[in-house]
């Protein structure tokens, strides 16, 4: 069976171990988000799931401080098991695949970061399913044209209930705001008036500014053509 005639949840092959049938099946049939498998152990089967993942560091090469080498950083974390490892451009944007949880997934980022660099590197961690899926939930106004717009993602450790107190509770000029699932995300309608918005005059000020990591609307769009267009896992 081909992956184009495979439907969501059918299995595309199988095998014998021992006793037991381990196959493998396709959720997402021609998409390539995920990828999951029986596994058997001792007589017993779990299901295992292949994810893509996002990971965005936050504040790394800025002004030639915090320098991550993407490179080096993609052969620590192949080192750690994860595969099909790429980067987009030296902001901290990365993708690889794991069939871990996502619990063990952080804690090995953690391990990689901590390990490695002398300062701290909040980020955040997406499937390709989330990011998408909060790309597909924008409203429609964020299509329009705006002078900037700004991306802050939840990293590890943002107390997310504070970042979404400070803006149901903001009033804003030339602005317009909507919180989604793993960011918040921030249009400034006119550069001119840039230096008045809520967004330039108290985001640095709040306590969560340093556990967000922030993406331009480019740089987020250009992450999403590339989720969308990569081969399948």
Known sequence: TTQSQRKPGEFSSGFLCGKKVCAVKWVGAGMGERVSWRVCYNGATREVSRMRYVLLLRGVNVGGKNKVVMSE????????????????INSGNLFFASDESVEKIVLKVEKVLEENYEFSIPFALLSKEDYLEEMAGLPKWW??????????????????????RFVEGSEFYNERVYIGKDAVFWAKIDEAEYQKTTYHKKILKQPFYKTITIRNGKTFDKIAEILQTEKPL
Request: aromatic share 14%.
């Open 143 to 164: 299509k329009d044209e705006f002078a900037r717009k700004d991306i802050l993602f939840f990293s590890r450790g943002t107390d997310v209930s504070e970042v979404i």
């Open 73 to 88: 950083l993609k052969e620590l974390l192949r080192g750690e098991g994860f595969s099909d490892v790429d980067s987009y």
